[in-house]
């Protein structure tokens, strides 16, 4: 058994957190606070970690850590298989979506529309992403993460191939809204099976990898329009509908899903708590639908927060990437190089910014480094006139301005409790891409108002970022503890 003195050390750490939280209190947001575990069978005194913060937000206190392998030998199977379902779901959701950036020049030479309703089609797609988020979250909470899921990804597939077959700029229009519903329900149903599956204290760094998805969609993207397309650019208007039809194989993933991988195991414990309270005659509080839960007094700030925070990085996102092929394009530079530089930076900015998150920084200090570090970046990335600098420049805007999206999975999941774990964060993030969503209709329509595209780029990122400080209006979430 531990010494005494060690002993009372740690009733001592016991009666400060206690009296800073309170008994069986819940921190803010409706999630579950940290707790103190002591192992008194254990021969070997057991070290708490606390890990200090940028203010005073409730510190994590987690079991220790005894496990010198390498972090990604910690994860099991069964939990590297949620995350391989999501991983790839993310990347060809991204393919579907970024394909169409490559590919809207082509569009306004068929159907004849200027910029602005060219950018429109980013627009309604992200903007439909909040009902499809909404749904799918909602669904996720009340019959698993796994049924939503599967259901997603079929749908956007469909309708990402359909929307090669459009005959008109109106029917497009509607099919891009159709598959923003399906890439709603990626997002919601998603990232609470793969964050419930893994380990806390890894949660930052699978946060990162899964976020690091969507810039490899991004590049798969970018490399079939540099190799691809050229084969068929002698008719333009049949080589960006095959651009489309390229997304009906995803289809054929749900298979290996719904077989092989396993249904989260918090929200599986929650079901089990409440039949057996049901089994008893007691009361059980749970609503037929977890939407409105949400609005309630004790978590509509928590949503509003989330909500703002998740735009900002929507803002950042679309301000300095949606319309970056086009500046390419037009200043008669290939695309590719470039954006796989970007897309490279921002894969391993998303792992290393999500894995420090983890650390001191925590969740708010890791994003407001980016911020700082992307504006940094914004000279070299947009206005430098060399291809070396130019290509540093998307390097360093990929690490460091986007390496901001390593901390959206674990930030806006560990603010909302298990009940509401689906719809909760499905609902913030989906409203805030319909707040990003705006961007791309708001730089078409500057340019056709006489903007130069790297000036209305430059401005709207700069904007941006600085929304993005109302991180700090909420509390620090590294180390909450997902419980039934």
């Keep these: 058994m531990p010494s005494r003195p060690t002993s009372r050390?740690?009733?001592?750490?016991?009666?400060q957190q206690i009296k800073a939280q309170g008994p069986g209190q819940k921190s803010q947001g409706g999630a579950e606070g940290p707790?103190?575990?002591?192992?008194?069978r254990?021969?070997?005194?057991?070290?708490?970690?606390?890990v200090p913060t940028?203010?005073?937000?409730?510190?994590?206190?987690?079991?220790?850590?005894?496990?010198?392998?390498?972090?990604?030998?910690?994860?099991?199977?069964?939990?590297?298989?949620?995350?391989?379902?999501?991983?790839?779901?993310?990347?060809?959701?991204?393919?579907?979506?970024?394909?169409?950036?490559?590919?809207?020049?082509?569009?306004?030479?068929?159907?004849?529309?200027?910029?602005?309703?060219?950018?429109?089609?980013?627009?309604?797609?992200?903007?439909?992403?909040?009902?499809?988020g909404t749904i799918a979250g909602t669904m996720a909470d009340k019959w698993g993460r796994k049924l939503p899921l599967m259901l997603s990804v079929l749908w956007f597939s469909l309708f990402a191939c359909l929307s090669g077959f459009s005959t008109s700029y109106a029917m497009l229009f509607a099919l891009r809204a159709l598959f923003g519903l399906g890439m709603g329900g990626e997002?919601?149903?998603?990232?609470?099976?793969?964050?419930?599956?893994?380990?806390?204290?890894?949660?930052?760094?699978?946060?990162?990898?899964?976020?690091?998805?969507?810039?490899?969609?991004?590049?798969?993207?970018?490399?079939?329009?540099h190799f691809v397309y050229p084969l068929l650019n002698d008719s333009p208007d049949f080589a960006w509908r095959a651009m489309f039809w390229m997304a009906?194989?995803?289809?054929?993933?749900?298979m290996w899903i719904r077989t092989k991988v396993p249904e989260s195991p918090v929200w599986l414990e929650r079901q089990r708590l409440l039949s057996e309270k049901r089994r008893r005659g007691e009361l059980v509080d749970e609503p037929k639908i977890s939407l409105p839960r949400i609005f309630q007094k004790d978590l509509i700030g928590t949503t509003l927060q989330t909500t703002l925070v998740i735009g900002s990085f929507m803002c950042i996102y679309y301000s300095v990437n949606f319309w970056y092929p086009t500046f390419l394009r037009d200043a008669g530079r290939p695309t590719l190089p470039y954006l796989a530089a970007f897309n490279i930076g921002a894969i391993a900015g998303t792992a290393v910014w999500g894995r420090?998150?983890?650390?001191?920084?925590?969740?708010?200090?890791?994003?407001?480094a980016t911020v700082v570090l992307g504006l940094a970046s914004l000279p070299l990335y947009l206005h430098a006139t060399t291809a070396p600098l130019l290509f540093l420049g998307?390097?360093?805007?990929?690490?460091?301005?986007?390496?901001?999206?390593?901390?959206?999975?674990?930030?806006?999941?560990?603010?909302?409790?298990?009940?509401?774990r689906g719809v909760g964060p499905g609902f913030c993030y989906h409203a805030a891409a319909a707040i990003g969503a705006t961007m791309p209709f708001v730089l078409g329509l500057l340019q056709d108002q006489g903007f130069k595209l790297v000036n209305a780029m430059s401005t709207a990122m700069v904007l941006s970022g600085l929304a993005a400080m109302v991180i700090w209006l909420g509390p620090e979430t590294r180390g909450r503890v997902f419980k039934a």
């Design 187 to 225: 997002w919601a149903a998603g990232m609470p099976l793969v964050l419930e599956h893994w380990p806390t204290k890894l949660r930052g760094i699978v946060s990162g990898l899964l976020l690091g998805g969507w810039y490899w969609g991004y590049l798969l993207a970018a490399a079939v329009f």
């Design 35 to 40: 707790r103190l575990r002591f192992d008194i």
């Design 54 to 132: 940028l203010v005073d937000a409730p510190l994590p206190v987690t079991e220790a850590d005894t496990d010198t392998r390498p972090w990604y030998r910690q994860v099991t199977i069964e939990q590297w298989r949620a995350f391989w379902a999501v991983f790839l779901g993310w990347i060809v959701d991204s393919f579907d979506f970024n394909i169409l950036t490559f590919i809207l020049i082509d569009i306004q030479q068929s159907f004849t529309v200027d910029r602005a309703l060219a950018g429109a089609l980013g627009t309604v797609t992200l903007a439909m992403r909040l009902v499809g």
């Design 394 to 420: 998307a390097l360093m805007m990929g690490f460091f301005g986007m390496g901001i999206w390593g901390m959206a999975p674990a930030y806006s999941n560990e603010q909302f409790p298990t009940e509401v």
């Design 356 to 368: 420090l998150s983890e650390g001191r920084l925590g969740r708010r200090g890791a994003a407001t």
């Design 9 to 15: 050390i740690r009733k001592g750490h016991a009666r």
């Design 248 to 254: 009906l194989l995803p289809a054929l993933f749900t």
């Design 42 to 50: 254990s021969p070997t005194p057991l070290r708490s970690r606390i």
